[in-house]
């Protein structure tokens, strides 16, 4: 555990356990453990997707974003069938990343760093922020004005060994290939497939030393 502002404790969804299940996660009374993070399954019932993200130390809408004060306690580890060993990214998007990226300085958020490039002729902005020893990732358009919520949209995970997992998932998983992060490699569940509300990509650990 770090001991950085903000631990990201829970993230709700709106889907059914049976559906993480099938993803190869093992589900214990509705709830997925991931490292010091819990995903909380409240079924598909009602709104889809992620509904809010629980952190240590912070209970409040943050640019339309539900962020909702801590109300479970450090998970015990679990050993997933699909390798699944950490928590990565918790991903945002935003029409408007300057309006974001200020209100999450306003609270107190660690920056971490920014990236930016060129996709389908426009220039995308990433911008990281520390959620304990999870990384928020919000991204948008590099200069995007638009008046909108940011809204909590997917899941960065750490699997011990993508080729383990790719076997495991068989088509339910994309093909892996290399990361933006240096030495790492990345693959795409197939969560509509499953019936999952949430984009969720698995990478490969970060190498010995490197967070980048």
């Known amino acids: 555990m770090t001991d950085r502002q903000f631990q990201l404790r829970a993230v709700s969804i709106g889907d059914e356990p049976s559906a993480w299940s099938a993803a190869g996660f093992v589900v214990e009374d509705g709830q997925v453990a991931i490292a010091n993070t819990v995903i909380e399954l409240v079924g598909s019932a009602g709104t889809r997707g992620i509904?809010?993200?629980?952190?240590?130390g912070l209970d409040t809408e943050i640019d339309g974003m539900?962020?909702?004060?801590?109300t479970v306690s450090c998970p015990t580890a679990v050993t997933h069938p699909n390798g699944v060993v950490?928590?990565?990214?918790?991903?945002?998007?935003?029409?408007?990343?300057?309006?974001?990226t200020a209100a999450l300085a306003v609270v107190g958020l660690d920056r971490r760093r920014?990236?930016?490039?060129?996709a389908g002729g426009t220039t995308r902005r990433q911008e990281f922020f520390w959620l304990g020893d999870v990384i928020l990732e919000v991204m948008g358009e590099h200069d995007g004005r638009g008046s909108g919520p940011a809204v909590l949209w997917g899941l960065a995970l750490t699997c011990r060994d993508l080729d383990d997992a790719a076997a495991l998932l068989g088509d339910t998983l994309g093909t892996?290939?290399?990361?933006?992060?240096?030495?790492?490699?990345?693959?795409?569940?197939?969560?509509?497939?499953?019936?999952?509300?949430?984009?969720?990509?698995?990478?490969?650990?970060?190498p010995r030393g490197d967070e980048s």
Request: a positive charge.
């Open 114 to 118: 920014t990236r930016t490039f060129e």
């Open 51 to 56: 509904l809010s993200a629980s952190l240590g």
């Open 176 to 206: 892996v290939k290399p990361a933006i992060q240096r030495g790492r490699r990345i693959a795409t569940v197939r969560t509509k497939e499953l019936d999952i509300s949430v984009p969720i990509a698995l990478m490969s650990p970060h």
């Open 86 to 100: 950490g928590f990565d990214h918790l991903v945002a998007t935003s029409p408007h990343i300057d309006r974001t």
């Open 66 to 70: 539900p962020f909702v004060g801590a």
